[in-house]
């Protein structure tokens, strides 16, 4: 094994275990050391949610104990990546950078850039996909196109084998030398930064403890506690029935390749059809998210707007005033209101109420659904720009969907999925003293609104539906 020195890049990847990029480089050369940019064009962009960058921090900080536990350490650097990661390998006289690949337009271009330097200097760049179970080029359709719908994405997908997980790396890796350590230091290597001296504030707690052991120990706890009635209960707020990783899975805290293996040594375990049918229901939700990435690389136009035509040009109404009310969660709908409570004060929201709220903001306030995708960027904890824009297109019935008109009734919504008004109750404290079909048909009178300090409805939704539905007819004919 070489003693060549190897940086390794981190991104999306935080983590040391089942890290195709990083195992490489270890497979290569006894002495790697890792990097992690603080890249200002990400951080001071206005759609970084503070949460965020808290849970990023703090995984981190855990990243780095863990290279200490191998032998290496974990270089923090502050500045462009275009211009400080190649001055640094120049400087350290570093054989190779790897790094794993990443799908987001600003990422990839960023990636072209750094491998250009880093090249011209005759400094080897080496990657790998690790963020997906399949690179974008190698799930196509018969005629060799990219995938526009979620179904034949789904039977594709699943016939492929998976890759294993890697072995964990021994710790024997070798550390800068003290004048390698003092160079770095000089090109703009600094101590990990607290979230609030980066400018960002979170005083509430996190939904998910930052770093690989906590990824992990959620994911068991999830498979034991609901994996196996995962499809009865995961559309149910009020039930603790998601593995809530969305957060380490963004980040890269826990592998793709290590979430998909529990799956597979569930079903082994499984006694019954149905069981198998709900651990292959999270499956499905997992591909869910590598169809939204793949979906990005082949169509990186979907950041900037929607994919038909009809809503390239539709006149939507965008009242700041009642955009201003679906954020604050004061619209008079009490199942919006809450999953809008639930996102402000945690971070998080469940995923059946991410919906239910995107169609609100689109259907009944007709606001622009990129308001809604922004403002979801600026308060998850586990933004991401595919699955964001995936999730928000879908619902606005403007991306790439077989259904040409998804409305969602609020009332119904939450008699379906919140029969008991529970989920209602907890992030709407001023309700609870309401009687529960009050809360779940939304029939609540003046004067009870009066009394509990809670608003009259914004917008009547069956005025808004047929009045949505009109624009649409209109644009499509004038498309036509």
Not at 86 to 112: C, G, Q, T
């Amino acid at each position: 094994m070489s003693e060549d020195l190897i940086l390794f890049w981190h991104r999306r990847d935080l983590r040391i275990d089942d890290n195709l990029g990083l195992f490489n480089a270890c497979e290569y050369s006894s002495k790697v050391v890792g990097l992690f940019c603080l890249d200002p064009n990400i951080l001071n962009r206005d759609d970084i949610a503070p949460v965020r960058v808290h849970y990023m921090i703090g995984c981190l900080d855990y990243l780095q104990k863990q290279y200490q536990k191998l032998g290496s350490q974990l270089l923090i650097l502050e500045g462009k990546p275009q211009e400080i990661i190649p001055k640094l390998a120049r400087e350290l006289k570093a054989k190779a950078v790897y790094f794993n690949l990443d799908i987001e337009p600003l990422a990839r271009e960023r990636d072209r850039i750094v491998s250009e330097a880093l090249n011209s200097m005759g400094i080897i760049t080496k990657t790998t996909w690790d963020q997906l179970f399949h690179p974008p080029d190698q799930i196509f359709t018969q005629s060799q196109e990219p995938y526009k719908v979620y179904t034949p994405f789904w039977r594709n997908f699943n016939l492929k084998p998976k890759a294993k997980p890697k072995p964990p790396l021994s710790p024997s890796l070798i550390s800068l030398t003290e004048s390698e350590q003092e160079l770095a230091e000089k090109i703009g290597v600094i101590p990990l930064p607290s979230a609030p001296k980066l400018g960002f504030i979170w005083e509430n707690s996190l939904i998910l403890e930052p770093g690989e052991i906590a990824a992990q120990e959620r994911l068991e706890e999830f498979c034991d506690r609901a994996l196996y009635e995962y499809d009865e209960q995961r559309n149910f707020p009020a039930i603790d029935g998601t593995s809530q990783l969305s957060a380490a899975l963004k980040f890269g805290v826990i592998s793709i390749r290590k979430v998909w293996e529990k799956t597979l040594e569930a079903i082994e375990t499984c006694r019954s059809d149905e069981a198998r049918k709900q651990i292959q229901s999270w499956q499905q939700e997992l591909a869910w998210r590598e169809f939204y990435q793949h979906a990005l690389y082949h169509f990186p136009e979907l950041e900037l707007g929607p994919y038909r035509e009809p809503f390239k040009t539709f006149p939507w109404h965008n009242n700041e005033q009642h955009f201003q009310a679906w954020c604050e969660g004061k619209t008079g709908y009490p199942i919006v209101d809450a999953a809008m409570r639930q996102l402000n004060e945690s971070g998080w929201m469940h995923n059946r109420c991410r919906m239910i709220v995107a169609n609100f903001l689109t259907k009944d306030l007709i606001i622009n659904w990129q308001w809604g995708e922004k403002y979801f960027m600026q308060t998850l904890i586990d933004g991401d720009l595919a699955a964001n824009n995936g999730g928000w297109q879908w619902s606005a019935s403007s991306g790439m969907d077989t259904k040409p008109l998804r409305i969602f009734n609020p009332a119904s919504q939450t008699q379906k999925f919140d029969p008991e008004a529970e989920y209602i109750r907890q992030w709407l404290p001023e309700l609870r003293s309401l009687e529960i079909e009050q809360l779940v048909t939304g029939k609540i009178s003046t004067r009870d609104r009066k009394s509990c300090g809670y608003p009259e409805p914004i917008v009547d939704h069956n005025q808004q539906q047929r009045l949505f539905k009109q624009l649409y007819q209109a644009q499509k004919i004038e498309q036509s």
